[in-house]
């Protein structure tokens, strides 16, 4: 890795060392927000733009040159890698992921084998545009976590409850963990592939995982997310480990083995250092719902939360979860502005 690369204030906030500005990204700063990202996609389906180098590359490149982000993101997804596998899977516009067969008893399992590198070349090859394109700025692998990647295989698509994914949990737990290994498996090769082509840094996102309490967290999930961040390959990167109201779970996700817990907007960065401890940077957190606020407002909740991220050995600023389609862009250049600032 170059020095400037490795110097990056991005890097050095992961690694706990103090960078001279907090660095910030924003998680879904690629997307429907951004006119130019629209214009791309025009008759153009998100698996189909996910598996085109130059497309992938053109798109993760968009909000960097846009916002002077300290972090670029690969444009992708996480049910990639099972559709990379032969799932039927489609990500259907204005729903997410769609699943053909539902995957709940151990006949489901067979579709779901190991992926090779050689299942995801695009995704290697968009990789190494990108690792020339970006230079000093670092670029995140990542992939979905078991649990989430789990709840999508079973219920059929998005969920609110999780009812059958819990339902399955608690009623064949062999089954659930055979499961869980195999996903654990397929998002630790999605993840080396991505390190190996030469991203800097990886998320492993369990969005949904905050629907368990901790007890059945440390029994039915924990041990394959920490398969996937113990994996030897990807042991020379900060890994990102976030879900969307862990706030509960925040202790147990550090220990799962992440460099850098990510945290959603319902607590604020101090309280969330001190339950995650000091030998862990966070990522975080304001509300995405706050860039629907007035200037002033926003202003003020941007600062506060580089106040309480001060407060944790490590920060790298973001939102609480992902941008939403509605967002103003130049709402989100200024707070790039405001937090570069401080
Ligand atoms: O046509 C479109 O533009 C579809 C919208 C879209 C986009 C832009 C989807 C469908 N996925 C993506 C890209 C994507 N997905 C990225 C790009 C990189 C960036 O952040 O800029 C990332 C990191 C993801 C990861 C992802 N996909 C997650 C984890 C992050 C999160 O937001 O919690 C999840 C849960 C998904 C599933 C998914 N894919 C798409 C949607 C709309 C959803 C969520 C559906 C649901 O609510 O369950």
Not at 2 to 21: M, S, T, V
Not at 116 to 125: P, R
Not at 144 to 165: D, I, M, Q
Not at 235 to 240: D, M, S, T
């Amino acid at each position: 890795m170059q020095p400037e690369l490795a110097d990056a204030p991005f890097l050095q906030a992961c690694r706990r060392e103090r960078p001279d500005h907090t660095p910030v990204w924003f998680m879904r700063q690629a997307g429907r927000a951004l006119p130019e990202y629209r214009k791309l996609r025009e008759g153009i389906a998100m698996l189909d733009a996910c598996r085109a180098p130059d497309m992938i590359a053109e798109i993760t490149l968009q909000p960097v040159r846009r916002f002077g982000v300290d972090a670029a993101i690969l444009f992708s997804d996480i049910v990639l890698p099972l559709v990379a596998i032969g799932l039927d899977i489609d990500i259907v516009p204005g729903v997410g992921p769609v699943v053909g067969e539902p995957v709940r008893d151990r006949a489901g399992l067979a579709g779901l084998r190991p992926l090779g590198a050689g299942d995801v070349d695009y995704v290697t090859e968009a990789v190494g545009i990108l690792v020339r394109e970006l230079g000093a700025t670092p670029l995140i692998g990542f992939a979905g976590a078991p649990f989430t990647l789990a709840s999508y295989l079973v219920e059929g698509g998005p969920s609110r409850t999780h009812l059958h994914t819990k339902a399955l949990m608690y009623s064949d737990e062999a089954l659930w963990h055979d499961l869980l290994d195999r996903l654990a498996d397929i998002s630790a090769a999605y993840l080396a592939t991505q390190v190996a082509a030469g991203a800097s840094a990886v998320q492993l996102f369990d969005s949904w995982v905050g629907a368990l309490d901790e007890a059945d967290y440390r029994r039915y999930v924990m041990p394959h997310s920490a398969k996937v961040l113990g994996s030897p390959a990807l042991a020379g990167v900060p890994r990102i480990h976030f879900g969307v109201n862990t706030g509960e779970l925040l202790s147990a996700m550090g220990e799962a083995g992440a460099d850098v817990v990510g945290v959603d907007w319902r607590l604020g960065l101090d309280e969330a250092t001190r339950r995650i401890g000091p030998d862990r940077a966070v990522q975080g957190n304001l509300d995405p719902a706050a860039l629907f606020a007035p200037p002033a407002v926003l202003e003020e909740k941007v600062r506060d939360v580089c106040a309480r991220g001060a407060k944790a050995p490590g920060h790298v600023f973001n939102l609480g979860h992902g941008v939403m389609p509605e967002t103003d862009p130049g709402v989100l250049a200024r707070v790039v502005e405001i937090v570069h600032d401080q």
